[in-house]
Nanobody, 122 residues
Framework: QLQLVESGGGLVQPGGSLRLSCAAS????????IGWFRQAPGKEREGVSC????????YYEDAVKGRFTLSRDNAKNTVYLQINSLKPEDTGVYYC???????????????WGQGTQVTVSS
């Protein structure tokens, strides 16, 4: 069974950058669309970005467009989320997940990682 592990979160100042990783085991990540989601305290989990399994197409929600960049390294079975120009409202637990569909709807994702905390604060 596919297992996902996120890493790379941390405490950063506004304007800073982080690179989150989503490493897979038990399966081949490029068979799936991979989505990144975040959940702020007291809020529902929201999809922010996804990358397709077919042609590498990417999608970004408006709130992160221009600041978040998804990429795949198939040799490492890993997907990366580069986050630049971090804002306090980006704070939350970030999750990666795998789906057969190219979507940011959490309900369409079958496999989830445990999450990594991102805190943006001065």
């Amino acid at each position: 069974q596919l297992q996902l592990v996120e890493s790379g979160g941390g405490l950063v100042q506004p304007g800073g950058s982080l690179r989150l990783s989503c490493a897979a085991s038990g399966g081949t990540l490029d068979h799936y669309a991979i989505g990144w989601f975040r959940q702020a305290p007291g809020k529902e989990r929201e999809g922010v970005s996804c990358i397709s399994n077919s042609d590498g197409s990417t999608y970004y929600e408006d709130a992160v467009k221009g600041r978040f960049t998804l990429s795949r390294d198939n040799a490492k079975n890993t997907v990366y989320l580069q986050i630049n120009s971090l804002k306090p409202e980006d704070t939350g637990v970030y999750y990666c997940a795998a789906s057969w569909l190219f979507t940011v709807l959490p309900a369409e994702y079958n496999y989830w990682g445990q999450g990594t905390q991102v805190t943006v604060s001065s």
